[in-house]
Structures are given as C-alpha cells and as structure tokens.
C-alpha cells in the first residue's frame, strides 16, 4: 500500500455510537468531494471488458446498522463485485455447514503470497488456506450445495441478492471475458481437486466462481452487504435476517486476517476495519455492530485496490471513529482519576 496523505481530520475513537445520521450524511459527502479529483492509479487491464471502466467515476456509501443510508456520487453505477463475492459466499457456506466444517476444508490463515497464488496450495498440502484467496474461494464455492451446476449457481446468485436487498443480475459481457481468460483459475481448481480439496467437476465450480465475480453491483449495494455482516447478520434495510450473528462474526474475522490478501496487515494498521476489495475498483470496509462502507472508484494501486475507494474509507474510519482498535480512557476512569 503507497504512502498516504495525512488526513486534517480528528481520529473519533470505535466505542461509542455513530454521529447522528445528518452527520454521517455530511461526513460522506465531505470525504467524496475530498477524493473526487484524486487521479492516481491505473484501471486494471487483465480482464479486457474492466480495461473499458471509466477512471473518472467514484462512488461513497455508508449504511448504519440502523438503517440510515448516505449516498455520494456515483453510488449507483453499476460495476462487477469481483473477489468482494468471496466474503459473502463464504457466509453462505458458514451458515449452511457450519464453523468447524469450513474452518477445517478451507482455513483461516494468510497465505502472505498472491491472490492467485499456486505456490501457495503446493507449499500447504493442497490446502486453500483461507477462503479469500482465489483456491480458497474456489473451494468455497464447491461446498455450495446443489444437485447441478445451475442450481449453485442460482443458490449463489440468490444468497448475494439477499445480502444486497435486491436481485443481482449477472454482467455478460465481463463474465465471457472472464470464462475467456482465467486459465490460472481452472488450473487452480483442478490442482484442488488432484490434492481430494474439491468435490465434483473443478471447470463447473470454477464456472459459478467466475459467475459470482461478474455480477453486477453498486457502492450502495456493498454498503447494505457489508451492514448486513455488521447488524448480526440481518438486513438493516429490508429487515431479512440473511445470515446468523455467529456466521458474522466468523466471516469478519476471517476477512480482517485476509481481505486484502498480502496487504491484509498495511490495511489494519492504517484503517482498522474488515474489508475485502475486488479487481473493479470496489471495496467494502465493516465496522460490526456500526455499519459498513461501500466505495467505487476503477483506479487501481500496484497491489489491485482502489486509491480513491481506499483513502476516502481512511478518512470516514477516523472521522466517523469506526477503527476497532482506537479507544479512549473510559468515563468512569477519568472520574476515578479526579477524585
């Protein structure tokens, strides 16, 4: 992660309760019109139908636990969620199987090499490690039940709807691209399967994989998602209780150890919240029992993440004291103090 330009805001700490919602709303819209006009980075070319984004577009959202929504910019644009669909199907997968069942088949631990690395599944076994990593979340996704390859794929698509409050339609033209280059994919799950890590066809689970990336979301829906993982696992907007409590607080945990891949550790120190960035430009941070940000934005840094997405949730993390390790004296304690 690049050097970041000091913040003129001051750090609020995590305990306490969000500022009142027209606040927030202020807060949002400062940050935005803050990174608006910030043109570092490089939209990703790999997947050729991303290389087309428009550099110019950011979107910022916040969704409060309670509900409150804030909107900035282009929150609503469209653009593919990307490896952001590994967390949420990974509580999919939790909440159907289980905690020890996934801990045990997936992982939970930083691989501190790529995101697509190979290495890293020789270097352990075949084992995926953790289920934000490309292996990882190929072989989440293959604990997705379903008697057919559709059926996961429509499970798959229903789950993340459920998260977003709305249905998620699939983007054509970026999955073709996708299925027509992600030889390292295919490979991956295949070297799963030869280690007895995958069950069923790798190319199928490899297909809904590469479906899940391509759906189509907006900054607002990653805010609702990531609310939905930080209100105990119930959708603050619709009310759907998506996920249980527990599944939440596996899920961010797991995503705080690894969202940012190799990065995973910069991202904590700096920002102090779980997050999970895909290859679009978006990015969502969770601050459980708070809400969660949703933020867009195509330039990309030298380790794939969105510069304008990633400083604008700096910011809201210290203006809106949503860091979970920033704290401060107790009251009680400083009464103690004076008597």
């Known amino acids: 992660m690049s050097e970041e330009p000091t913040d ?27 990174y608006v006009d910030d043109d570092d980075g490089t939209v990703a070319d790999y997947i050729p139908a991303l290389a087309q984004a428009d550099p110019e577009l950011f979107g910022l959202a916040v969704v409060e636990a309670a509900g409150a929504v804030h909107d900035a910019g ?64 190929i072989a989440t996704t293959a604990l997705v039940r379903a008697a057919s390859t559709a059926e996961r794929w429509e499970r798959v698509r229903e789950g993340l709807s459920a ?3 709305r249905q998620l339609r699939l983007n054509g033209e970026v999955y073709r691209s996708e299925a027509d280059t992600n ?12 280690y007895g890590r995958l069950d069923g066809d790798p190319d199928d689970v ?16 990653l805010a609702v998602m990531g609310a939905t993982l930080a209100d105990g696992g119930v959708n603050p907007v619709t009310g759907e209780r998506v996920v249980s409590a527990d599944v939440c607080r596996d899920t961010l945990a797991v995503v705080a150890a690894s969202g940012l891949y190799e990065r995973s550790g910069e991202w904590l120190f700096e920002i102090g919240l779980p997050a999970k960035s895909g290859v679009s430009g978006g ?32 910011h809201l993390s210290r203006a809106l004291g949503l860091n ?15 008597a």
Do not use: W
Request: some cysteine.
């Open 283 to 314: 990015i969502v941070a969770i601050a459980p029992g708070k809400g969660a940000i949703g933020a867009f934005s195509p330039r990309l840094d030298a380790a794939g993440n969105s510069v304008r997405a990633r400083r604008a949730i700096r």
């Open 8 to 34: 003129d805001v001051d750090q609020q700490v995590a305990t306490g309760a969000l500022p009142d919602p027209p606040r927030v709303d202020e807060l949002v819209h400062e940050a935005h019109r803050r």
């Open 324 to 338: 979970l390790f920033a704290s401060a004296p107790a009251v009680a304690h400083r009464r103690e103090e004076r």
């Open 206 to 221: 490899v297909d809904v994989y590469t479906r899940q990336c391509a759906l189509d979301v907006d900054a607002h829906d």
């Open 74 to 137: 282009d929150a609503h644009r469209l653009f593919t969620i990307q490896s952001i669909s590994k967390l949420f199907v990974y509580a999919l997968v939790v909440d159907e199987l289980g905690h020890d069942v996934v801990r045990d088949r997936v992982g939970v631990n930083n691989t501190g090499l790529a995101f697509n690395s190979v290495v890293a599944i020789e270097l352990n076994d075949g084992h995926p490690m953790n289920p934000m990593v490309n292996a990882g979340a």
């Open 163 to 165: 998260f977003a409050g």
């Open 183 to 194: 030889d390292r994919n295919r490979a991956i799950g295949r070297l799963l399967r030869s």
